[in-house]
T-cell receptor, first 114, second 116 residues
Framework: NAGVTQTPKFRILKIGQSMTLQCTQD?????MYWYRQDPGMGLKLIYY???????DKGEVPNGYNVSRSTTEDFPLRLELAAPSQTSVYFC?????????????FGPGTRLTVT | AQSVTQLGSHVSVSEGALVLLRCNYS??????LFWYVQYPNQGLQLLLK??????LVKGINGFEAEFKKSETSFHLTKPSAHMSDAAEYFC??????????????FGKGTLLTVNP
C-alpha cells in the first residue's frame, strides 16, 4: 500500500510553460485535494474532488486546472506558469464515508518558476 | 468561514522540557480538529485528531491535545521534548456541516526547535 504518491518531486519551469503534477492514491479514497504551501503561510486549498468526475475550486484556484477521471488519480495542471506559482504542492486524500476524516498527504512536488 | 490561529511561528525548548504549541480556531459549527507534523522536505503526517469523542486526545510520539470548546482552543503538548521532535507543526480545522466536503483550513504553522 503506497498511500498517496506524487510525481515529479522537483521541477523547474520557465515563465509561460505548462506542466501537470501527478497524484495517485491506492487507498480507494473518494475525496482528494490539492494544496500549495508557501513559507510562513501554511497550506492553501487549490482544488478538490469528491469523486470521479466531480471537482470544485478551493481558496486559490486561479492559474490551475484539475480533472478526475478515475478514483485513483487527481492531476493538477498549470497553464502559463508564473513566478507566483513557485511553491510546494501537496496532494491529499480521505474517505469520510467510513468515518475517516483526517487527510493523508503525499510527499509533495517542489516547483520553481523562473 | 473557519480560521485557525497558531500563536508563535517559532518555539524553542530544551531537550526534556515541556512542549506547548498553541492553536485557536474559529468555526460556526462543532469542528473536527487536527495536528499534523512536517519534517524537513517531507509531507504532512497526522499526529492526532479530535472528532467529537473524548476531549483529551492522545497521539503518536507522546503528544496529546485537549479540545476546549469554551476557549475555542486545541493546544498541543508533550511532557518532555526530544531532539527528534524538531519539525514544523500545523493545526487544522475541518467543517462538519453538510456540504463542507471535509476541507481543511490550516494555521500558518509553528516551527519547533529542540536545543540539547
Amino acid at each position: 500500500n503506497a498511500g498517496v504518491t506524487q510525481t515529479p518531486k522537483f521541477r523547474i519551469l520557465k515563465i509561460g510553460q505548462s506542466m501537470t503534477l501527478q497524484c495517485t492514491q491506492d487507498m480507494n479514497h473518494n475525496y482528494m485535494y490539492w494544496y500549495r504551501q508557501d513559507p510562513g503561510m501554511g497550506l492553501k486549498l487549490i482544488y478538490y474532488s469528491v469523486g470521479a468526475g466531480i471537482t470544485d475550486k478551493g481558496e486559490v484556484p486561479n492559474g490551475y486546472n484539475v480533472s478526475r477521471s478515475t478514483t485513483e488519480d487527481f492531476p493538477l495542471r498549470l497553464e502559463l506558469a508564473a513566478p507566483s506559482q513557485t511553491s510546494v504542492y501537496f496532494c491529499a486524500s480521505t474517505l469520510p464515508t467510513l468515518g475517516l476524516y483526517e487527510q493523508y498527504f503525499g510527499p509533495g512536488t517542489r516547483l520553481t518558476v523562473t | 468561514a473557519q480560521s485557525v490561529t497558531q500563536l508563535g511561528s517559532h518555539v524553542s525548548v530544551s531537550e526534556g522540557a515541556l512542549v506547548l504549541l498553541r492553536c485557536n480556531y474559529s468555526s460556526s459549527v462543532p469542528p473536527y480538529l487536527f495536528w499534523y507534523v512536517q519534517y524537513p522536505n517531507q509531507g504532512l503526517q497526522l499526529l492526532l485528531k479530535y472528532t467529537s469523542a473524548a476531549t483529551l486526545v492522545k497521539g503518536i510520539n507522546g503528544f496529546e491535545a485537549e479540545f476546549k470548546k469554551s476557549e475555542t482552543s486545541f493546544h498541543l503538548t508533550k511532557p518532555s521534548a526530544h531532539m527528534s521532535d524538531a519539525a514544523e507543526y500545523f493545526c487544522a480545522v475541518s467543517d462538519t456541516s453538510g456540504g463542507s466536503n471535509y476541507k481543511l483550513t490550516f494555521g500558518k504553522g509553528t516551527l519547533l526547535t529542540v536545543n540539547p
